[in-house]
């Protein structure tokens, strides 16, 4: 049988994806929409463990796209970096991060660099559990005990209730075990489910 080639799905298809998934629907049905085989949508949920991914959008902090060709054209006719800064409406040490960390003043190319960036927000943040081990052995002895994301996320409330550094969501838990973890510790935490799932699914 002759294998089809990959296909890319659009963001509005991908939408539509996630929509139906929420619903309850089946990766066969969702894929039957595409006249594509289920595994062709499956790696689309299996890259966020289930969990619609937040919509992109760029900080107001962010320079813009327009704003690094600007940069490009002051950088072609020999502007300081205050000048730039100036006509932007820009911190000179903004300006300055944003040439030196992109090639300087030789190599800054703006579409390489607005690529760059994008690339760069996309990487997953480290949560809450990522970035507190004592939290995060708590979390995975309750959970090696049966315990569900909902029951852990009460029990921390009560056990903790001045210290919010101890306080994380069920949400956050599931984000934790189908996104951030990985390896072998993943595949043990995830079989403490009472589920067994390795995707979350919409109830």
Known sequence: MKQRPRIYYTENQKSL?????KKGESMHQIASLFDRHHSSVQRIFAETGGIRP???SRSRLALSQVEREEISREIATQ???RKIAALLGRSPSTISHEIKRNGGYVHYRALQTEQDA??????PKRCKLANNEQLSQIVAKKLRRQWSPQQIAGWLKRGYPGDEDYHVSHETIYRTLFIQTRGDLKKELQQCLRSKRIMRRSK
Do not use: G, L, N, P
């Open 17 to 21: 994806m996630w929509d139906r998934w």
């Open 54 to 56: 937040v919509k992109r």
């Open 79 to 81: 502007s300081s970096m």
């Open 118 to 123: 994008w690339k760069r927000a996309k990487r």
